[in-house]
């Protein structure tokens, strides 16, 4: 009896599996476990398969029933079979599942348990994800895995295989360091050398000059002050040191909790936006001060990310602490222009909505083939002359657009479109409204407007929040996504 509530007590609302822990499945002792889903909250999603698969609106709707039915099936192998079970992905060109395992029959009660047992089909493999999983850590610790590593090892489902990933940059900059300090040393013997002639000062910034607080009558992802709470998908104006403004993308909202910041709220985006600014000048949103300058942040992928507290009290309690519904990201889409993104089509005019944001997924969770979104502030002058040209390039309008993970390693990889200034912006998920990751950058270096052959990468959240969590471990503070109701 104790087992059987013990076993109760998994049943997540709609998604009810009841196979015995520890006991061999059938399919009587596996039931379904389906989530509909209401194709309003899924829009955005549905128009990209639309049109980059040519598919009728239901079996649109039906990948991503699918999508959301495999993290529960993915949750169930890893419990009951994880001998056997090797992970699995989404193949959109054909519309199925595929689940990889060593056994394949021992999928087949969590297949047939399924509303379509066609739509998934199993791929034999060497490996046992467990498996795969045992080698990373054993290659990550013999390498000093970590956010200062060199190396990272992963897992790759589709592979089947450990991927040791070399960062070159990050052995460029260990050894850019030590030259740095060389350099430093000698500026510092050439002014001593000298005295009373040579002598050093810090120069001050001037004050740019910006537009502030246009109001649009909404929240715009340019413009939203006094429009409810701080979230993701609007824009963050940092200066430089060299007098001039960049734009960045608020990620998603944070709290910490315990320790040395008890209930702290912050702001999540991508650490190298912090680069070249060292003048304190706060972060701002629409010519307001918001945000401090820096927090704490990394600027090495995937261990790229700056948790920005705000300013002060007055401006923690106008954007977070005053409102409701803090677990949220802003998603905009507007009609006309070069690059109107058929993906979200607006209707009669452009507008904005909140995706509430209810969980927070594990780097694993994240399936090669899911359908993924993405909102961000890049933009030109020549589109928006009130804001700050971040280098989008003409042509390129702020909003949401929705894509693919083409696969993950330590990184989230998708199909996604972005420009300079989407960094820091949220990845999510609409079929579960799931916060996955940030921008960190893409491959291409493009402007303007999208173009086919995107690939743009995410940082995981469960690695931000994960080292952030460690580095102030020390203080016994941890940080999460907000997602509950009001923060």
């Keep these: 009896m104790r087992r059987a509530r013990r076993l109760g007590a998994l049943a997540v609302s709609v998604l009810a599996a009841a196979t015995a822990l520890g006991s061999p499945a059938s399919a009587d002792t596996v ?24 598919v009728s609106e239901p079996e649109a709707l039906r990948r991503l029933e699918l999508q959301t039915d495999s993290l529960k099936l993915d949750e169930l192998l890893r419990r009951d079979r994880g001998a056997e079970y090797g992970g699995m992905w989404l193949d959109q060109d054909k519309g199925q599942l595929v689940v990889a395992m060593t056994k394949p ?34 290659v990550a610790a013999k390498v000093g895995a970590g956010p200062e590593a060199v190396y990272l090892p992963s897992v790759s489902e589709s592979e089947n295989r450990v991927v040791l990933w070399e960062r070159g940059w990050v052995a460029q900059q260990k050894a850019a360091v030590r ?55 609007i824009r963050l104006d940092m200066k430089r040191d060299n007098g001039t403004w960049g734009g960045c993308t608020s990620g998603f909202n944070l709290r910490s909790t315990g320790g040395g910041f008890p209930g702290k709220g912050w702001v999540l985006t991508a650490g190298h936006c912090m680069r070249t600014k060292t003048n ?26 700056a948790a920005l507290p705000y300013v002060n009290d007055a401006a923690s309690t106008q954007w977070l602490e005053g409102q409701t519904g803090r677990n949220r990201v802003l998603k905009y889409c507007r009609n006309g222009g070069m690059d109107s993104n058929g993906d979200t089509p607006c209707g009669a005019q452009a507008t904005s909505v909140d995706e509430y ?45 929705c894509g693919r993970v083409l696969s993950t390693d330590v990184g989230i990889n998708t199909d996604l479109c972005a420009r300079p200034g989407d960094s820091g912006g949220p990845l999510f998920s609409q079929a579960d409204h799931a916060a996955l990751g940030i921008l ?17 990468n995410y940082a995981p959240i469960e690695t931000i929040t994960t080292d952030l969590s460690e580095r102030i471990a020390s203080q016994g503070s941890t940080f999460a996504v907000i997602t509950t109701p009001n923060g």
């Design 105 to 138: 029959s021992a999928a087949e009660p969590y297949l047939k348990a399924m509303p379509a047992r066609s739509a998934v089909r199993t791929q034999q493999v060497q490996h046992s994800l467990q498996q795969l999983t045992a080698a990373k850590e054993r």
């Design 357 to 401: 944001i209810t969980n927070a997924r594990k780097l694993a969770d994240i399936k090669a083939g899911y359908v993924v979104c993405a909102s961000g502030t890049a933009s030109s002058a020549v589109n928006y002359p009130d804001s700050v040209d971040s280098g989008a390039g003409a042509g390129y309008l702020v909003g949401t657009r």
């Design 440 to 456: 960190i950058g893409n491959q291409q270096s493009r402007s303007g407007p999208c173009q086919a052959g995107e690939l743009n």
């Design 280 to 305: 304190n000048t706060p972060t701002q949103h629409n010519g307001n001060d918001v945000l401090q300058q820096h927090g704490i942040e990394k600027s090495s992928y995937p261990y790229d990310y």
């Design 31 to 54: 039931q379904s476990f389906h989530t509909s889903l209401d194709p309003a909250s899924v829009r955005e999603s549905m128009r990209y398969l639309v049109e980059n698969y040519g």
């Design 179 to 233: 030259a740095a300090a060389a350099e430093t040393n000698a500026a510092h013997q050439a002014a001593a050398a000298e005295p009373g002639m040579v002598v050093s000062r810090v120069l001050k910034n001037p004050n740019a000059l910006s537009t502030a607080n246009v109001d649009l009558g909404f929240c715009h992802p340019l413009y939203c002050t006094n429009y409810g709470p701080m979230r993701g998908g």
